[in-house]
C-alpha cells in the first residue's frame, strides 16, 4: 500500500500561469482533503471531496482555485492565474470516512515567480 | 469559528530531556484532538483522543486530553535528535470534515 501520493513535490510557476496539483489516496480509501500550509504557519482546510461529489468548500478561495475527484484517477486541486501569494505547501490527506484518522501525503510544495 | 492554540512556539532541548508540548483549543461538537510529527514532509500520525484522562503511550511519546479544561499536552521523555520536528495538534468538529490545526510547536534536541 503506497500510501498518499502527491504529485509534483515540488512546483515552480510564474504569476498568471495555471497550477495542477495531483493527490491519489490510499487504496480503499473514498474522502480526500486538501489543506495548504504557508510558511511559519499551521495547515488550513480548504477543500473536502468524495467520489465525483465536493463535500465542503468552505476553505477554498472563491476564485481561481478549484478541486475535483473524479470516478476514475487522483484528485486535483487547480489554481488558475497563480499569484505570489499562492506560494504554500499544498497537502492531501485521505481518509476511510469519519472515525477512521486521516493519513496525510507528503505534500506539493509551489512556488510562484 | 474553531481554533486550537499550541505553545510553546518553539523548544530547544538537549538529548534526554523530557518535554511538554500543550495544546488548548476550542471546537464546535468536539470530536477528537489529534498529534501529528512534521518533518520536511507528510505530517505522520501519532495520537487520536477522544476521552478525557485516558493517557495514550507509544515507546517515549504519551498525550493526554482533558475535555473540561479543553487541552491535551504531548510528552517527549528522554528525547532524541530524531524528534526534532514539528508537533502539531489539530481537533475534529462534529461535522467530520475537516481538521483545525494549531500553528505547531517547533522542536530542536542538540545532541
Known amino acids: 500500500n503506497a500510501g498518499v501520493m502527491q504529485n509534483p513535490r515540488h512546483l515552480v510557476r510564474r504569476r498568471g500561469q495555471e497550477a495542477r496539483l495531483r493527490c491519489s489516496p490510499m487504496?480503499?480509501?473514498?474522502?480526500v482533503y486538501w489543506y495548504r500550509q504557508l510558511p511559519e504557519e499551521g495547515l488550513k482546510f480548504m477543500v473536502y471531496l468524495q467520489k465525483e461529489n465536493i463535500i465542503d468548500e468552505s476553505g477554498m478561495p472563491k476564485e481561481r482555485f478549484s478541486a475535483e475527484f473524479p470516478k476514475e484517477g487522483p484528485s486535483i486541486l487547480r489554481i488558475q492565474q497563480v499569484v505570489r501569494g499562492d506560494s504554500a505547501a499544498y497537502f492531501c490527506?485521505?481518509?476511510?470516512?469519519?472515525?477512521?484518522?486521516?493519513?496525510f501525503g507528503s505534500g506539493t510544495r509551489l512556488t510562484v515567480v | 469559528e474553531d481554533k486550537v492554540v499550541q505553545s510553546p512556539l518553539s523548544l530547544v532541548v538537549h538529548e534526554g530531556d523530557t518535554v511538554t508540548l500543550n495544546c488548548s483549543y476550542e471546537v464546535t461538537n468536539f470530536r477528537s484532538l489529534l498529534w501529528y510529527k512534521q518533518e520536511k514532509k507528510a505530517p505522520t500520525f501519532l495520537f487520536m483522543l477522544?476521552?478525557?484522562?485516558i493517557e495514550k503511550k507509544s515507546g517515549r511519546l504519551s498525550s493526554i486530553l482533558d475535555k473540561k479544561e479543553l487541552f491535551s499536552i504531548l510528552n517527549i521523555t528522554a528525547t532524541q535528535t530524531g524528534d526534532s520536528a514539528v508537533y502539531l495538534c489539530a481537533v475534529e468538529g462534529n461535522a467530520g470534515n475537516m481538521l483545525t490545526f494549531g500553528g505547531g510547536t517547533r522542536l530542536m534536541v542538540k545532541p
Open positions: 490527506a485521505s481518509s476511510m470516512g469519519q472515525n477512521y484518522g486521516y493519513t
Open positions: 487504496k480503499g480509501h473514498s474522502h
Open positions: 477522544t476521552s478525557s484522562g
